[in-house]
C-alpha cells in the first residue's frame, strides 16, 4: 500500500501561487492514478484533478482549469498541484489521494481507496 503526506498549504492572498507537495511512501506509486481534492467549511469535499499513472494525462475540475497545474515525478514518489492566480473561494483543506482503479474510473474522480491527511490553503480577499 502507499502513504500519503502533503504538504506545502499556507495562508496566501488572492491572485498569489502556491505549490501542494504529495509524498508517497512504498515502492508502488507508479501504480496509482493520482487526485486532488478539497473540502471547504461546510461543504462536502470535492474533486479538484487528477493524472494518471505515468502522467500523460490529466484532468481538472472547471473551477480550477487553466489556473492549477497536476504532475507526478515517480523517482519521487510525489505529485505535486501547482495553484496560480488563487482566489478565496480556493480556500479548503486540500487532500491527495491514490487510487489503484482504472484511469476510466478515476480520471473523474472516483475510486480512491487511499488518502492524505490535509493540507490547510488559506486564501484572503
Known amino acids: 500500500q502507499v502513504q500519503l503526506v502533503e504538504s506545502g498549504g499556507g495562508l496566501v492572498q488572492a491572485g498569489d501561487s502556491l505549490r501542494l507537495s504529495c509524498a508517497a511512501s512504498?515502492?508502488?506509486?507508479?501504480?496509482?492514478?493520482m487526485g486532488w481534492f478539497r473540502q471547504a467549511p461546510g461543504k462536502e469535499r470535492e474533486f479538484v484533478a487528477a493524472?494518471?499513472?505515468?502522467?500523460?494525462?490529466?484532468n481538472y475540475a472547471e473551477s480550477v482549469k487553466g489556473r492549477f497545474t497536476i504532475s507526478r515525478d515517480n523517482a519521487k514518489n510525489t505529485v505535486y498541484l501547482q495553484m496560480n492566480n488563487l482566489k478565496a473561494e480556493d480556500t479548503a483543506v486540500y487532500y491527495c489521494?491514490?487510487?489503484?482503479?482504472?484511469?476510466?474510473?478515476?480520471?473523474?474522480?472516483?475510486?480512491?481507496?487511499?488518502w492524505g491527511q490535509g493540507t490547510q490553503v488559506t486564501v484572503s480577499s
Open positions: 489521494a491514490a487510487s489503484g482503479a482504472s484511469w476510466y474510473n478515476a480520471v473523474g474522480g472516483h475510486a480512491y481507496a487511499l
Open positions: 512504498g515502492r508502488t506509486f507508479s501504480n496509482y492514478a
Open positions: 493524472i494518471n499513472r505515468s502522467g500523460s494525462q490529466t
